[in-house]
């Protein structure tokens, strides 16, 4: 029985200060994070120490127990590349929903964040054609294939992005298993979505936007969900009305980015290694800024990091997503969370036999020498 995922709430998180790793490469692969300078370092100093660290492949902030890591193509003179054993990692593929109704009037007019007739918002009819876009792209690429599991944050827009992008074919009466989607769920105007031919879907509010106040972040029922996606997984959900929103207290952009950490952590109780995560704009900006603060330049411009400049410092800050973007990323678990062991490693002398190898032969060779 797999745990659920973790609880939080809308109190305020403590703040947390991630600046750029200066610890030798022994601790990157400790069980506690690295250390990190506190304070004022000058640009130069960070270049030298950038130069000194061998394990810069992979310079990426982290939590307690695991790491975003963003892989570059090609490395700057003096930069390394970093090894991690294979099942202590995951690939993960983040997707902000489709183009809601909130977005577009939000654009218009701030202030209609916070009106009640955008309340759980569902996708326009854009919003659609950016799902149809983004299912071809991950057919084509074949990347529809390799996925295990779709985990998905429990509003409206986001499940109606997530079964639109990564569920099966049109559905048809008489089928052997439920519906994703039932047709025209939300305003949708669209055809029932099949639940065979793709991976499981379960919905986890851990992966929400921003709680509170706006109108649109406010899930409906879970009773009323689950007619309108029959197949989504909605087990895990502890509340059938929606108890974490408040009217008038807006969950802190700290708070956001620690219950991510926290959601990042717990994909660990799960055995799937391909997972795709439907969520939102907030939730995915400030949770990956968190990780993600102080990468080598050359993934930085890889990955299209923007430079904020201020009088004192500078600090590397992740892009928002567009509507129905997706970024894929490797998750690497650096305290033991994943129990599993390697389904491919292999202890070898099986039969045993004799094996000394030709360096450790010199080394004993040497040892008796040192001897005489």
């Keep these: 029985m797999l745990p659920n995922p973790p609880a939080f709430s809308t109190t305020t998180a403590p703040a947390l200060r991630l600046c750029l790793p200066i610890s030798p490469p022994a601790a990157a692969a400790s069980s506690s994070p690295p250390s990190f300078a506190v304070g004022r370092v000058s640009l130069r100093r960070r270049r030298r120490r950038r130069r000194r660290a061998s394990f810069s492949g992979c310079r990426c902030s982290s939590s307690s127990h695991s790491v975003i890591c963003f892989f570059g193509a090609e490395m700057e003179a003096g930069a390394g590349t970093a090894l991690y054993p294979a099942h202590r990692c995951k690939t993960i593929y983040l997707v902000r929903h489709a183009q809601g109704i909130h977005n577009v009037e ?31 792209h991950v057919t084509k690429s074949g990347l529809a294939k390799k996925i295990e599991l779709v985990i998905v944050s429990p509003l409206l827009r986001t499940m109606q992005t997530a079964v639109g992008v990564f569920g099966g074919g049109n559905y048809t009466d008489g089928a052997s298993a439920s519906p994703l989607m039932v047709e025209g769920a939300g305003n949708s105007g669209r055809q029932p979505i099949s ?21 649109c972040d406010k899930r409906s029922s879970i009773t009323k969900y689950r007619t309108l996606f029959p197949a989504i997984d909605f087990s895990l959900i502890e509340n059938d009305e929606d108890v974490l929103w408040e009217p008038d207290v807006r969950e802190t952009n700290e708070s956001v980015a620690l219950r991510g950490m926290k959601f990042f952590d717990w994909l660990w109780t799960r055995e799937e290694k391909e997972i795709a995560i439907v969520s939102h704009s907030g939730f995915l900006y400030h949770t990956l800024n968190m990780y993600g603060k102080e990468c080598h330049p ?18 590397r800050t992740s892009p928002r997503f567009a509507n129905c973007e997706l970024r ?21 002398k099986i039969p045993t036999g004799l094996d000394m190898p030709s360096d450790v032969a010199d080394e004993k060779e040497a040892e008796e020498a040192s001897k005489n």
């Design 298 to 315: 050359t993934i930085a411009e890889e990955l299209g990091k923007q430079c904020r400049r201020g009088r004192r410092r500078r600090r």
């Design 328 to 348: 894929s990323m490797v998750l690497v678990d650096r305290s033991n969370l994943g129990s599993d062991a390697s389904k491919y490693n292999f202890a070898g």
């Design 106 to 136: 939000g654009e218009k007019d701030f202030a209609a964040y916070k009106s009640h007739a955008l309340l759980d918002a569902q996708l326009t009819p854009l919003g659609w054609s950016q799902v149809d876009t983004l299912r071809e």
């Design 195 to 215: 639940s065979l031919n793709c991976p499981p879907f379960l919905a986890v509010e851990a992966c929400r936007e921003h709680l509170g106040v706006h109108p």
